[in-house]
Structure formats: C-alpha cells, structure tokens
T-cell receptor, first 114, second 112 residues
Framework: KAGVTQTPRYLIKTRGQQVTLSCSPISGHRSVSWYQQTPGQGLQFLFEYFSETQRNKGNFPGRFSGRQFSNSRSEMNVSTLELGDSALYLC?????????????FGPGTRLTVT | AQTVTQSQPEMSVQEAETVTLSCTYDTSESDYYLFWYKQPPSRQMILVIRQEAYKQQNATENRFSVNFQKAAKSFSLKISDSQLGDAAMYFCAYQGAQKLVFGQGTRLTINP
C-alpha cells in the first residue's frame, strides 16, 4: 500500500505571496492532519480534516487554511506569507477520527520564505 | 490542555548498548494513546511504538519497549542493542479525544 505523499517536496516563496501544499493520504484513510515543524516551536498541529470537514484546529492565524476533497486528498493554503512561515509542513493520515488510530506521516514539504 | 515533555534534548549511546528516552505528559482525560515516533535525517516521521492507556502491559516492538506508568504520567522508550540506524530525533506523542500533541523531541546519537 502506498504511503502518504506530499507535493511539492521543496518550495521557495517570497514574503507576501501565497502557497498551496498538497497531501494524498494512504488509501482508505479518511482523516488528514497538518503539522508545522520548526526548530524553535517544534511540531505544532494546524488542523484535521475528515469527510471534507475541518474537525479540529490549532492555534494558527486565519492565513492558514485547508480543505479536503471527496477522495480524502487535502490541500493546505498559506496566504500573505511571512518569514516565520518557513518550516517543514507535515501531513498525516489515519483511518478514522480520534484514538486509537495512529497517524502515518508523509515526507513533508520544506517551505522557505525569503 | 494536554502537554508532553521530553526533558532530554540530546542523548548518546554506544552501539549495541541500551538507552532509555524519557517522556512525561499531563492530561485530565482517562482514555488516550501514547506514541513514540522517530524522525531520521530524511525527515520522514516513522511510528516506533504505541501504548493504549487502558492496557497495563507495556508495549514492545522488537528492540523497542516502553515503560508506561499511568499514575505518574510517564512513558519512557527503551532501545536495546542500539544500532547505527537508530540515530534520529525521537518524539513522544499523546493522542486523546482530539489532536495529537508532540513533545519537543530527543536527538539520539549512536556512537560506533
């Protein structure tokens, strides 16, 4: 079974631009979560989608948004990029919402904002 | 809010030796799951082991085992017979009713 895939793997953007990241979950997984990883803040939860609906949200500004499609694929959008948005963005999928299902992570998208 | 604390930013061990990584958490939930994830230099987050809070028996996966102390809210990871491929960042994570919460990570170095 194929793992979680994320595209693109690397991205360089300029401050003020917007960016869209894509995540394809493992086949059969219906929950997709997004995380931001930075050296200073560690791994922080952005949001979780299930059946095309946002079910949980972390403490990030409204510039960060996402959506999920009927095939469970998810996209994350960041508008008006700031230097502090430079990070590794990880997507994770699991079969259903909540525990006990463990999450499986993709390889991440490395975003650099200049 | 749930929190996860890993008090050891870095650890090192000789190849073939045993090492224990510490993790404590804070929660008011009674039903939850705990995980250890490994993140090698490739940045791919890999699930190492999981523990259900309702189970008293400690989880084991080959050379990896945990010491789960529910009352103390402690969840340590023991790696036996350390191998060079075990070198990575290790994250302890808590999953309750909602989101997965991660600790800050422990960087493990294996000395040949």
């Amino acid at each position: 079974k194929a793992g979680v895939t994320q595209t693109p793997r690397y991205l360089i953007k300029t401050r003020g631009q917007q960016v869209t990241l894509s995540c394809s979950p493992i086949s059969g997984h219906r929950s997709v979560s997004w995380y931001q990883q930075t050296p200073g803040q560690g791994l922080q939860f952005l949001f979780e989608y299930f059946s095309e609906t946002q079910r949980n949200k972390g403490n990030f500004p409204g510039r960060f948004s996402g959506r999920q499609f009927s095939n469970s694929r998810s996209e994350m959008n960041v508008s008006t990029l700031e230097l502090g948005d430079s990070a590794l963005y990880l997507c994770a999928s699991k079969r259903e919402l909540g525990a006990p299902y463990e999450q499986y992570f993709g390889p991440g998208t490395r975003l650099t904002v200049t | 809010a749930q929190t996860v604390t890993q008090s050891q930013p870095e650890m090192s061990v000789q190849e073939a030796e045993t090492v224990t990584l510490s993790c404590t958490y804070d929660t008011s939930e009674s039903d939850y799951y705990l995980f250890w994830y490994k993140q090698p230099p490739s940045r791919q987050m890999i699930l190492v082991i999981r523990q259900e809070a309702y189970k008293q028996q400690n989880a084991t996966e080959n050379r990896f085992s945990v010491n789960f102390q529910k009352a103390a809210k402690s969840f340590s990871l023991k790696i036996s017979d350390s191998q060079l491929g075990d070198a990575a960042m290790y994250f302890c994570a808590y999953q309750g009713a909602q989101k997965l919460v991660f600790g800050q990570g422990t960087r493990l170095t294996i000395n040949p």
